[in-house]
């Protein structure tokens, strides 16, 4: 018997029916066609393809994609997740967030599917505001943000995602941005080819209440003399002439020349360098790294519950639910 060979599926299969409802020219539009035409070239299937999200603008992602999705309540995607994960580890399951939907009411639940390490992708759209509710400053807000809730301007340090990602044990940690689609394509494969929790963020513009914060780092006229793609095994070089490096001196990073010896190779093996290259965001003087900052490799949690329940299986046998309801002690209620 020969195997069916399967029709080449298009960006048009992972669409949905649905209009798709983003303010015009939002960033989540160049991510959503970026996802849907990875999925169709990376020969996924839609019917073993799952979208989970929370609340927020990012989190109306599993309407417009043609595939199973749960559109969950605030924060708690990655609860949901992990559950449609474990009950079903051949799903390729992926969670949609944005950054006050995972960093705010979600941080908790962020931090622990991290840890746990399921075999689960996490896009984390990060346009350093509330866009849903109108505005107000979010987790990623930098301080001093005036906005509607903090119209003297916003005294919370905020968080730095990839940072509060490393620190939460992430086996695979990248960052892209919303306008450059060949590299967003690039991060979203890497992550989708790690087996483990993969946890992107990417720079999304929201052109109502935060437009082009982020364009002074982005903007393609600048992309190259202000944003460094962290390459594993490649020397970290960057401008628009290749002639800038950055190197460790110690625990701190400081640019040199791309000729010279001490140039650092991005290493996505050791923990301490990608915390150091994950908080150079905010440094006016320093390039906006990109690409992947962490990829280790880890025991699944989905692999290790399933193989519990298999040992217990196979020593107590399958049992009944109404075994297990009336084990133990019962009593009467009259």
């Not at 999200?53 to 990012?58: F, K, V, W």
């Not at 990248?174 to 929790?197: P, V």
């Not at 002439?241 to 996505?268: Q, Y």
Request: net charge negative.
């Amino acid at each position: 018997m020969t195997d069916i060979a399967q029709p080449k599926r298009t960006k048009k299969d992972f669409a949905s029916d649905q209009e798709v409802r983003w303010c015009p020219g939002c960033g989540d539009y160049a991510i959503l066609n970026a996802v849907q035409k990875y999925l169709a070239d990376a020969g996924k299937d839609p019917a073993k393809t799952v979208f989970v999200s929370g609340i927020g603008c990012s989190s109306r992602f599993p309407y417009y994609m043609n595939t199973y999705g749960f559109h969950t309540i605030h924060g708690r995607a990655p609860a949901v997740a992990t559950g449609v994960k474990v009950a079903n580890p051949d799903l390729d399951v992926w969670i949609v967030t944005g950054d006050g939907d995972s960093l705010s009411i979600g941080g908790n639940h962020l931090a622990h599917i991290l840890r746990r390490n399921l075999d689960v992708n996490i896009l984390m759209f990060n346009n350093e505001i509330y866009g849903l509710t109108k505005g107000q400053y979010s987790p990623t807000s930098p301080v001093g943000t005036k906005k509607k809730s903090t119209p003297m301007g916003s005294i919370d340090r905020p968080f730095e995602p990839a940072q509060f990602a490393l620190g939460s044990q992430a086996t695979f940690v990248a960052r892209t941005i919303d306008q450059d689609i060949q590299h967003m394509t690039k991060t979203l494969a890497a992550a989708d080819a790690h087996r483990g929790t993969s946890f992107i963020e990417i720079l999304q513009n929201c052109v109502i209440f935060n437009k082009d914060f982020y364009a002074a780092n982005v903007e393609r006229k600048v992309r190259a003399d202000r944003t460094i793609d962290l390459v594993p095994g490649e020397p970290m070089i960057y401008g628009k002439e290749r002639d800038k490096g950055l190197r460790f001196n110690g625990f701190e990073i400081e640019r040199c020349a791309a000729d010279e010896a001490d140039v650092w190779r991005a290493d996505t093996k050791s923990t301490a360098p990608a915390v150091i290259l994950a908080g150079m965001r905010d440094d006016p003087e320093m390039p906006v790294p990109v690409g992947l900052f962490r990829s280790v490799e880890a025991p699944n949690y989905e692999i290790g519950v399933n193989a519990q329940v298999d040992d217990a299986v196979a020593v107590k046998g399958a049992g009944a639910l109404e075994d297990l309801v009336y084990a133990g002690e019962t009593w009467t209620v009259e």
